[in-house]
Antibody
Framework: QVQLQESGPGLVRPSQTLSLTCTVS??????????WSWIRQHPGKGLEWIGY???????YYNPSLKSRLTISVDTSTNQFSLKLSSVTAADTAVYYC??????????????WGQGTLVTVSS | QSALTQPASVSGSPGQSLTISCTGT?????????VSWYQQHPGKAPKLMIY???KRPSGVSNRFSGSKSGNTASLTISGLQAEDEAVYYC???????????FGGGTKLTVL
């Protein structure tokens, strides 16, 4: 059973960089057919896809966040990470990491982390 | 890419069946059989309920079913149970730079 767990600071100052890590267990992040994604949910709102990364390091970002976003992967530790720079209060949200199942041309999020609330405030 | 359109809320009594709609465009829902549905209980992570329009992951009750017609996908829940009370989100692959688009979510209340 694949499990994902987010970790990182729960409070970030405005204009600073939000950094989160997702640790994958129960499966290898280097398995083909899967992308590793970040999704966020603003308080009381819907879901927003942030971006994803393949184990090779190839990335794909939401155009609305692309200029501030970096997603990286460390296959040796089975982790992938998110960095979002120049944050504002609008970046306050619960951040989820999730696995994208891409087998046979599919595209759905089959495993999710529990989510972590990140608040941007001074 | 605009969000998919879902009703804000639906309700039903235990044992009843109900359907949640998810309307997109010919660029997302209408173009790909890659609609998925997620159930989210308060304070919890979303859970995959349906993928590729109508497929159920292992462990998901067969009371949940999905379908699609044109630009609209639907999630049907039969034999409503109290535990089904949650927010449901649809999601469609877009084939564009936005990768996927989510619906705004539908709060299901079991009366």
């Amino acid at each position: 059973q694949v499990q994902l767990q987010e970790s990182g600071p729960g409070l970030v100052r405005p204009s600073q960089t939000l950094s989160l890590t997702c640790t994958v267990s129960g499966g290898s992040i280097s398995s083909g057919g899967y992308y590793w994604s970040w999704i966020r949910q603003h308080p009381g709102k819907g879901l927003e896809w942030i971006g994803y990364i393949y184990y090779s390091g190839n990335t794909y970002y939401n155009p609305s966040l692309k200029s501030r976003l970096t997603i990286s992967v460390d296959t040796s530790t089975n982790q992938f990470s998110l960095k979002l720079s120049s944050v504002t209060a609008a970046d306050t949200a619960v951040y989820y990491c999730a696995r994208v199942n891409y087998y046979d041309g599919s595209a759905y999020f089959d495993y999710w982390g529990q989510g972590t609330l990140v608040t941007v405030s001074s | 890419q605009s969000a998919l359109t879902q009703p804000a809320s639906v309700s039903g009594s235990p044992g009843q069946s109900l359907t949640i709609s998810c309307t997109g465009t010919s660029s997302d829902v209408g173009s790909f059989n890659l609609v998925s549905w997620y159930q989210q209980h308060p304070g919890k992570a979303p859970k995959l309920m349906i993928y590729e329009v109508s497929k159920r992951p292992s462990g998901v009750s067969n009371r949940f079913s999905g379908s699609k017609s044109g630009n609209t996908a639907s999630l049907t829940i039969s034999g409503l149970q109290a535990e089904d009370e949650a927010v449901y989100y649809c999601c469609s692959y877009t084939g564009s730079s936005t990768f996927v688009v989510f619906g705004g979510g539908t709060k299901l209340t079991v009366l």
